[in-house]
C-alpha cells in the first residue's frame, strides 16, 4: 500500500505587490529584483485576515478536489512559521472552519521544507494504518514577519496557502509517495532566523524598536546551502527508488529565486523546462510555495496521472527534504 495524493487546493491574496510598487517603498527596482530571483510580484494578505483564513480556504478546496467532506478528515497537519498566534495550533482553528470535526490537529515548524516535512508525516501515519484521511496544509502570511525598508529580504517573500488530502491507495495502484527524505543542520540556523519573540528575546519595546521580530537572511549562504542541499535531496529520492533524472517527468522545486532553481537543475541534470515554475507571481511563499505548484501544475493540466513527480525544498534551520511521487 502506498499513500497517494487524493487532491490539491490552494488559497492567495487578492493583493498584488508588484516590483514597481516596491521601488516607491525601498531603494529597488523591477529590473534589479528580476534579474537576482526571478520574481515579478507577489501577493499580500489584507488587513484583518489571518494565516488560518488563507489555510482553510485551501484546506477546503483540497477536500473538494478529493471528492471528501472535511468531517472525514482523521488528521490536518498545518506547516507554518507564521501562526495567527504562539498558541493554540493553526491546525485547529482550521479544523473548526473547515467543520472537520474532533479529528488530530497539529502544526509544524520546518519553515520553507514544511510541506514535505509534512507530507512524510502524513505518509507514515497513512502506513501504519493510524489515520486514512489526512490533510497537509502549508501556510505563510510572511508579509507581516518581513521588515518592509530592507531590500534584501522584503523583496522575496510573498503570502498564500496550498493543501493536499493524502489517502491509501487500492490494491494494484501503482501511483502514491514512493519514498520522502528529511534532513536538518542547525549549524546554519544563525543564516536564516527571526531572533525575537521566543524564550530568547521575549517581546519588549526594545525587541520591537530594535527590529527583532523580522526575519533575517544571509542570503549568499541560503543560495549555497539551498543549492547543494536541494541538489543531494533529489538525488537520494532518485537512487532510493532506482530511478533516474530520465524518468521524472516534472521537478516541483521551492520556488524561492529562480537562480536556486537553474543551478539545482544543472546540477542534477533535469532540463529546467522540466520544472513548474511560479515563481514570478507569488515570490517565496516558504511552506505553501510546492503545494501551491502542484495544485497550480493539476488543475493546468501540466502534470497527469501516472506522471513521476520529484520534490524538494530547503528552508531555516536549515532544513531539507524531498519526496518522490506518482501522481
Known amino acids: 500500500m502506498r499513500t497517494r495524493i487524493a487532491g490539491t487546493g490552494k488559497a492567495v491574496p487578492d493583493k498584488v505587490l508588484t516590483n514597481d510598487d516596491l521601488s516607491k517603498m525601498v531603494a529597488t527596482s523591477d ?11 507577489r501577493r499580500i494578505l489584507e ?8 489555510a482553510a480556504e485551501a484546506g477546503r478546496k483540497a477536500c473538494q478536489s478529493a471528492e471528501i467532506d472535511p468531517k472525514e478528515l482523521d488528521c490536518i497537519i498545518v506547516a507554518t512559521i507564521s501562526p495567527d498566534m504562539p498558541m493554540p495550533a493553526v491546525a485547529v482553528t482550521v479544523q473548526q472552519k473547515i467543520g472537520a470535526g474532533t479529528c488530530a490537529a497539529f502544526d509544524l515548524s520546518a519553515a520553507c521544507a514544511g510541506f514535505i516535512y509534512g507530507m512524510s508525516i502524513a505518509d507514515s501515519f497513512i ?11 502549508g501556510v505563510e502570511i510572511l508579509s507581516r514577519v518581513v521588515d518592509w525598508t530592507d531590500r534584501n529580504t522584503c523583496v522575496l517573500f510573498g503570502d498564500g496557502a496550498g493543501a493536499a488530502v493524502f489517502v491509501p491507495t487500492a490494491a494494484g495502484d501503482q501511483r502514491g509517495i514512493l519514498s520522502t527524505h528529511l534532513f536538518a543542520d542547525g549549524a546554519g540556523m544563525k543564516y536564516l532566523n527571526i531572533p525575537g519573540g521566543g524564550s530568547i528575546e521575549p517581546p519588549s519595546v526594545k525587541s520591537v524598536e530594535a527590529g527583532r521580530h523580522f526575519v533575517k537572511m544571509e542570503g549568499k549562504q541560503v543560495f549555497t546551502n539551498a543549492v547543494k542541499n536541494l541538489s543531494s535531496a533529489a538525488k537520494v529520492a532518485l537512487e532510493a527508488n532506482g530511478k533516474t533524472t530520465a524518468d521524472v517527468d516534472w521537478f516541483v522545486a ?29 515570490g517565496n511563499t516558504s511552506s505553501a510555495s510546492i503545494p501551491i505548484a502542484l495544485d497550480e501544475a493539476l488543475r493546468e493540466g501540466k502534470i497527469k496521472p501516472g506522471e513521476l513527480v520529484l520534490m524538494a525544498a530547503l528552508g531555516a534551520g536549515l532544513s531539507w527534504g524531498s519526496a518522490l511521487v506518482t501522481i
Not at 529590473?31 to 510580484?41: D, K, L, N, Y
Not at 488587513?47 to 488563507?54: M, Q
Not at 502506513?127 to 496544509?137: A, E, S, T, Y
Open 31 to 41: 529590473a534589479w529584483i528580476r534579474e537576482r530571483t526571478g520574481i515579478g510580484e
Open 127 to 137: 502506513k501504519n494504518g493510524q489515520f486514512k484521511k489526512v490533510l497537509v496544509i
Open 47 to 54: 488587513e484583518g485576515k489571518s494565516t488560518s483564513d488563507l
Open 254 to 282: 521551492h520556488q524561492a529565486n529562480l537562480r536556486i532553481i537553474e543551478a539545482v537543475a544543472e546540477r542534477v541534470q533535469i532540463p529546467l523546462a522540466k520544472f513548474y515554475l511560479n515563481i514570478h507571481k507569488y
